[in-house]
């Protein structure tokens, strides 16, 4: 049991990672925290909760030393497309506010940090096909960027500090409790909501484009694995490659109309097409299957299987 802080926990990972750490470790030792948005009755009725901005570094403290925190979530962040709109705020909150809470933290004597990168991380000279551990990382998004400096800024705070950072570079996240907000792999989120509300979906990325996937069990439960890991198994520190699968929007598509007879999807690429094409169709992650154990459990079809029940309860097409 830790006493644990998880800043973003209304967002598309800290919703169901609070539930699953609030299992864990006791409701009343995971405090919950997000800057604007109202608290979903589950983790406001489920344990403490504090409302405030990863920008203001006082308030971060103030709340770290108020419980007592010894373990960190820092999931605080706008997503690829929202950052390409608002390329400053972005900055600010995801890289900006990971500096605060590395800060606040150490200043606290926290035990554990995590935060999230991802395979925004990459760009267009990054070798696309298994891409390694270690490689290019010329990333060509707001998001992206802060991605980069993020994870050096965390193995520089383990290094020189002795902070113990966690990381990993999330795939696009596939879940039916939270919807994502402004990223780019959304359509693998919003296609299955389409397809039971109105049989149809129009894609924003062409159906031949393949990005690697992950439904969130599985990335909350290798969240929770990385951050139980002993300290001495962990070779990387700025993020671990993390992969479960990739497919393309067209076979998505086809998976989803094998549940859903009569769907039909159509394709509008926007401007995140050009994301979607600078970021890598599959990840080697052998290094956090070597040094952690972690082993995905969900493909394709095993997820939309899941999703599309869910879904199907959730909004009340059963
Ligand atoms: N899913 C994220 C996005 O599309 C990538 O980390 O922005």
Redesign the pocket.
């Known amino acids: 049991m830790a006493k644990v802080l998880i800043i973003g926990a209304v967002g598309q990972i800290g919703s169901e990672l609070t539930v699953a750490l609030r299992k864990k470790h006791g409701a009343d030792n995971v405090v919950a925290s997000t800057r604007k948005t109202e608290f979903p009755p589950e983790i406001r009725d489920g344990g403490p909760c504090e409302y405030f901005d990863v920008q203001d570094k006082e308030a971060v403290l103030s709340v770290m030393k108020k419980y007592g925190i010894e373990q960190v979530y820092q999931l605080a962040s706008l997503?690829?497309?929202t950052?390409e709109k608002n390329p400053d705020l972005a900055f600010s909150i995801n890289l900006l506010g990971l500096k605060n809470t590395l800060d606040a933290a150490r200043e606290c004597g926290v035990d554990r940090f995590f935060w999230p990168s991802?395979?925004?991380a990459f760009g267009p000279t990054t070798p696309r096909e298994n891409t390694p551990q270690r490689t290019v990382l010329e990333p060509t998004t707001m998001?992206g960027l802060t991605k980069v400096a993020g994870e050096l800024l965390c193995q520089y705070y383990f290094r020189k500090y002795g902070l113990d950072v966690r990381s990993v570079r999330?795939p696009?996240?596939i879940s039916w409790k939270a919807e994502?907000g402004?990223?780019?792999?959304?359509y693998a989120v919003a296609i299955y909501y389409e397809a039971i509300l109105h049989g149809k979906y129009r894609c924003f990325v062409k159906p031949d484009t393949v990005l690697p996937m992950m439904y969130m069990p599985d990335a909350i439960r290798g969240t929770m694995q990385l951050m139980d890991a002993p300290a001495e198994k962990l070779t990387v520190r700025t993020s671990y490659n993390l992969a479960a699968m990739s497919f393309s929007a067209k076979e998505l598509a086809e998976e989803v109309a094998r549940h859903i007879p009569g769907f039909s999807c159509t394709y509008e690429p926007d401007f995140r097409q050009q994301?979607a094409d600078s970021w890598p169709r599959s990840i080697d992650d052998s290094q956090a299957r070597m040094d952690w154990g972690w082993r995905h459990e969900y493909d394709l079809a095993k997820m939309s299987k899941d999703m599309i029940a869910n879904l199907k309860v959730k909004l009340g097409k059963e």
């Open positions: 997503l690829s497309a950052g991802s395979i925004a998001y999330y696009g996240l994502p402004g990223g780019t792999t959304d994301i």
